[in-house]
């Protein structure tokens, strides 16, 4: 993967907004920077937050990381990554050091507060430099999927290839109607609220990336716009509010809190009002139409070709060849997708994420990143690049005191190296019955 792809998957909320977009946009990435960081209330978190100043900080950077694997991280003295919305990162979260312990960043209190059954263990890594503030967006990763595929597509069989093309392709024919009233609306033609959110959730069944889409639309919404004392409290210690888009996937969706699946996220209209206005009430009136206005802009910057004209593109009746001139971004989300519930995805993991992995990882280590963090916002996700070569990593199991600070009580012997977890330690896994996690078994191939 070239320099240029990984850079347009990374954001830097520090700085000028610079991805390049479609033209015929009614609302530029300007234009939407400005309005979320200077038209919300909790805009400023964007520039100013707890992840950018410890990156930036030139300081040793805190981390925690909840697992079940102890006993295997001692014998092998060897932590590795994993794939996720951190590419290729051990996933974390923020510790702010207190001088009575290490404080958790919010997400890290949720995790403790629900993963009871795993250890918890607390990394210092030690920088070369200050850190530059990037993170990396999946959402924007569209273009590096579809490059992995392209490079390793003959690793899969002649069948299995046609196969997920077709399946690819018929995502997109049945999603077209749908697909190209998102264009229509980012570039100004926007239809009625509750007929966009009502066809947008029927879609998603059809094609799930656009409820991971749909889901960080209303979890940004939420963490930008919400005024209530638990947010404020928050917001004081530098922290956009977790619990929000925690309440906001587990009302959408049943059995979410087993398995964390944003390609089942589809409230319609009448249930995303119902959920908002349970979760904080004067949000729910503008909602929709926010939706409308966001998620509209969103796909048609990740999903076309930037050098297209998004007022006059069109999606309906496109084969597989048409779609990666056209919309590289979102054909590579829907391959990456479709390969997860291959049969022989199991075989094939390592050579098509590794190659991902290992070129991500010269990425960061170029750009001085041993620390990145989810860079679809600054929520507090921030992992750790087991490539980087500059930095040192000490490592302890901890134990939370009754204040919530965690409190290193083992050191531990062990380093981060440049390989992936294994598939059955990630979201990716497969059942007992040998299906994708989430997802049914795909049918026999033609």
């Known amino acids: 993967m070239l320099h240029a792809e990984w850079d347009y998957a990374h954001t830097d909320y520090t ?5 390049p977009a479609p033209s015929g946009l009614t609302e530029s990435e300007a234009d939407w920077r400005s309005y979320l960081e200077h038209g919300t209330p909790n805009g400023w978190l964007l520039r100013d937050n707890s992840i950018t100043q410890a ?13 079940v694997a102890l006993d295997a991280i001692r014998r092998s003295g060897q932590l590795y990554a994993s794939t996720g919305c951190l590419m290729a990162a051990l996933y974390c979260a923020l510790l702010t050091p207190e001088p009575a312990g290490l404080r958790p960043h919010n997400l890290g209190t949720y995790l403790l507060e629900t993963k009871k059954h795993t250890r918890t263990l607390v990394f210092e890594i030690t920088p ?32 299995e290839d046609a ?11 049945a999603a077209a109607p749908v697909l190209d009233a998102l264009l229509a609306a980012a570039a100004g033609r926007h239809a009625p609220d509750t007929e966009f959110i009502d066809q947008l959730a029927a879609t998603v069944p059809v094609m799930p990336f656009l409820g991971y889409l749909y889901f960080e639309v209303l979890s940004e919404y939420l963490l930008l716009h919400s005024v209530t004392a638990e947010t404020k409290a928050y917001a004081v210690a530098g922290e956009m509010n ?26 319609r209209h009448g249930q995303l009002l119902h959920i908002i206005g349970q979760i904080e009430p004067e949000l729910a009136s503008d909602v929709a139409r926010y939706t409308q206005r966001r998620l509209s802009h969103l796909f048609a910057c990740i999903a076309l070709d930037p050098s297209l004209d998004a007022s006059s593109a069109a999606l309906s009746n496109m084969g597989f060849d048409e779609l990666t001139a056209t919309a590289p971004g979102l054909l ?26 290992l070129s991500v990882w010269s990425y960061w280590n ?14 507090g996700e921030i992992g750790i690049n087991t490539a980087y070569p500059r930095s040192t990593c000490r490592a302890w199991v ?49």
């Open 398 to 446: 901890a134990e939370a005191c009754e204040r919530g600070l965690l409190h290193p009580t083992e050191e531990l012997h062990v380093a981060p190296v440049p390989r992936l977890a294994d598939l059955s330690l990630t979201a990716m896994r497969r059942d007992d019955s040998g299906r994708a996690i989430g997802h049914p078994r795909q049918p026999e191939l033609r």
């Open 242 to 267: 977790n619990r929000l888009y925690k309440r906001l996937a587990f009302s959408a969706v049943q059995g979410m809190g087993q398995l964390f699946d944003l390609g089942r996220f589809a409230p």
């Open 15 to 19: 700085a000028a907004a610079r991805h």
């Open 55 to 67: 990156l930036t900080s030139g300081q040793p950077v805190h981390l925690m990381h909840t697992t």
């Open 163 to 173: 196969h997920m093309r077709r399946a690819v392709e018929d995502q997109v024919r």
């Open 128 to 159: 070369d430099a200050p850190i530059p503030p990037k993170g990396v967006d999946y959402l924007r990763a569209g273009p590096i999927h579809l490059e992995a595929y392209l490079a390793h597509r003959h690793f899969l069989t002649p069948a």
């Open 366 to 379: 170029r750009q001085g990143i041993p620390t990145p963090y989810n860079g679809t916002l600054p929520k």
């Open 332 to 357: 590579g989300h829907l391959v990456f997708r479709q390969m997860r519930i291959m049969d022989r995805y199991p075989q094939l993991y390592l050579c098509i994420e590794e190659a991902k992995a």
